[in-house]
């Protein structure tokens, strides 16, 4: 378990989820290795590779909702490839996840470059809590 400000995010995620229209009702982060992500991927989804976050989402029209994994191996390897602080690449992730809950998408490169966008909006409001 990454060592967090657990007060902290979820305040965080509930002024994210609040820019978007919505609350924030049950929502499970599951930190695990890359393995158990792989497990994740291929039982639920039928996808064979590794991933950094898989989100199930379980929203309602008005609250953001679901069981978010994230590999912290793939969080780590991905931060030393960037040359980032590792717990700089675990906060994107973290929201990159809720992200999806409100319903934005990343499969286009357009899409993916608005949630790059909107993950970095996410990470200023972040450092100003």
């Known amino acids: 378990m990454p060592a967090l400000d657990e007060r902290r995010i979820a305040r965080w995620i509930r002024a994210v989820a609040a820019e978007y229209g919505f609350g924030v009702g049950e929502l499970h982060y599951i930190f695990c290795s890359d393995e158990r992500e792989l497990e994740v991927n291929r039982e639920f989804l039928g996808h064979d590779y590794y991933t950094d976050v898989i989100t199930f989402d379980y929203s ?13 191996d793939t969080v780590r390897s991905n931060a030393e490839q960037l040359g980032i602080p590792y717990m700089d690449e675990l906060h994107r992730i973290i929201i990159h996840g809720a992200l999806h809950l409100t319903g934005q998408g990343d499969k286009t490169p357009e899409t993916k470059a608005q949630m790059t966008a909107k993950e970095d909006a996410a990470l200023r409001l972040l450092n100003g809590l």
Do not use: E, R, V
Not at 60 to 72: E, L, M, N, Q, R
């Open 60 to 72: 309602t029209p008005s609250a953001i909702a679901g069981d978010i994994f994230i590999s912290t």
